[in-house]
């Protein structure tokens, strides 16, 4: 059915511009033929089919603008207009073009530059606006007088608006553009907008052709030097952009000079990509569906795993990634391991599951590659093998949705990062804006998009930790990545070539993906390094060490259990945590003596000396105060109601161990604390026999402890209480001493 209308499309396009020839036929690409009787036509010049061209045709598409191309394929030879003046080229194309429209008085053209334009109204609107004018011609206008600032005061004086002329955007009858277009001479890299300032500063010419400038965004919206002017707005379906200072709606919107990322910012929204009633629209157009494909034909993909520091929780990195559901006779691995740290780790996964997978390649950290040049190598394994897509994974973004991959494919755009931050923090793996030299700025819409307020696909300047790069654009040597650009980190340098080469990159967050850990001040001089990153991996650490079931504890629809009178017993960590800590303790091993005397203590004295060793020696105090806060204090205040001590102060947290060749038991006695809690480490019966706490006021004993439930009790009143006798095994339980 499509394919049938673009050959009836082409068909008829070569019937009505009989007169040109056939490669200026084939250059109009839009979905409606600027026919003949048509008085409207936009014309705008576009040597290559870049991501901002295929933006500025898909707003074309939407509004249903007539449109012809000039240029496509040719060689640009209008300088390099980014940098410098130039553009002299687009005045020699459209002097051709207007030959075949000049005898038409009531034909109206529009010119716009193409890379960094969008059109956000349909022909009808933009006409009424045009006649509003009264002019034969309308040129955009700015508040800066370029390329000659010294041409500023020959300029009519305005009240209201931006005074000086660009020439990105205009429109105008035919004959009277031809006549501009035809006014002087003009080189290919002679600068455009100068040559178009000289008419419209003459008098006589200006009034002769009826020139005029849109000072107030009429009808064109220049950005330059705007960018406070002007505000989205939505009203239910509809996205568009308001100038505030002059209380008007742009149609036509240009970044001009370096606006062009707040541009990209725009164009996740207008015209039709995302709005407040209907979500993203955008996420649905140019889909690559894997969804009729049978496993053995999905696209191949090189998958580049780096690990460029020790990562904390790499474990369960590894597992969410063997669970990808995607057939791993499709994934070629590209591994560049830069930690010593996980070497062991890495190497018992390639020897588990390398054969899996269609190849692995390894570099290790002894090879001493740097970052940048192992990102490139990537490329290059993607290259080699023929790769259709480059799915870049940093050790530190944690899939936690296992169909990431298949949906990012899918999305099937240049460049797609899954949209991930640090769970609680307004951190990600995307930047909204950049600052002028290149570092992180904020966008209008960061904490939105973060915060999964505003759900879609965005076009951003920079992505990092996990992203896929589109084959295309690896095997174009135009657009092929590269990790090194100066003395830039390898991230930020990659994402700079994308931008220079005008490949757009994208962050969704239209679904979950995962999350990233934090690798800044990872310790890893522990015997369990994961245990010490409560509170800078909080997500992580509660999913491996938090018990399931702690939640229930603050649900005051369930009774807490209490095995004796305001002895309250809770669910609180895993087994892992229990193992873990207990691994830790032995791995230090410095086990107190039992004896009264405890250098440990400020007065030197322990009254009731158990074998302990103290969370300080270990490192933990401080992970182990923020335990007691964030997951003690909330139980306490839910059992002693009305106490509250913010934070919790325990200067005693100890792991102690009962053996009966060591010290078996603990006499009576009552704890110098306000509370105590009492977390039991293992199991009764199968790892030690006898053993329990007594609370001889009530003569009530609990014996049948369970491995990561806490006892929370009275401290130096009521309950005085014994160390019950450890029969056989070993007996570990955790102490504190809450607010002594
Ligand atoms: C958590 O609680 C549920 C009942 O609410 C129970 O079935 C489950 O076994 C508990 N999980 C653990 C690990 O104790
Ligand atoms: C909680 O305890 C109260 C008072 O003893 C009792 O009436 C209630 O049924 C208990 N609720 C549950 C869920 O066990
Ligand atoms: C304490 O409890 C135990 C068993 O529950 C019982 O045998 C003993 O007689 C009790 N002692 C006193 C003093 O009540």
Known sequence: MRLKFQWVLLVSLAVLSAGADDKDAADVLTNEAPSAERKFLILTVATEETSGYKRYQRSVKINGLPVKVLGLGEEWKGGDMANSVGGGQKVLMLRKELELHKDDPEKIIMFTDAYDVLFNANEEKILEQFHQFNARVVFSAEGFCWPDPNLASKYPEVERGKRFLNSGLFMGYAPELYKILNDGEIANDDDDQLYYTKIFLDEKKREKLNIKLDHRSEIFQNLNGAISDVELRFIGTESHLENTVYNTVPLVIHANGPTKLFLNTLGNYIPKSWNAEEGCLNCWEDMN???????????????????ENPTPFFEEFLHKFLALSYPKDKINLYIHNGASYHAKQIAGFVESHGKEYASVKLINHDENVKEWHARNLGIEECLKKKCEYYFNVDSLAQIDNPHTLKLLIEQNRPVVAPMMIRPYQAWSNFWGSLTTDGFYARSIDYMEIVQGQRRGLWNVPFVTSIYLVRGDIIHNPKTKPSYIYNLLDADMAFCTNMRNNDVYLYVTNRLDWGHLVTVDNFETHHFNNELYEIQNNRWDWEKRYLHVNYSQNLDTNLNVTMPCPDVFWFPMVTERFCDELVGEMENF???????????????????????????????????????????????????????????????????????????????????????????????????????GCRFLRYNCSVQDTRKGWMLMHPGRLTHYHEGLYVTKGTRYIMISFVDP
Request: proline share 9%; glycine share 8%; hydrophobic share 30%.
């Open 289 to 307: 569906s894997l969804e009729k494909k049978k496993p053995k034909d999905f696209p191949k993909v090189v998958i580049g795993i780096f690990i």
């Open 589 to 691: 091993g410095q086990w107190s003596d039992g004896t009264n005397t405890d250098p440990r203590l400020e007065g030197g004295y322990e009254n009731v000396p158990t074998r302990d060793i103290h969370m300080r020696q270990v490192g933990m105090d401080h992970q182990w105060l923020a335990f007691l806060r964030d997951y003690v204090r909330p139980l306490q205040e839910r059992v002693f109601l009305g106490y509250q001590h913010y934070p919790p102060r325990s200067t005693m947290n100890f792991v102690v161990r009962y053996r009966p060749d060591e010290q078996p038991f603990l006499k009576p006695h009552h704890d110098s604390s306000t509370y105590t809690i009492n977390l039991a480490l293992n199991r009764p019966k199968i790892d030690y026999e006898g053993g």
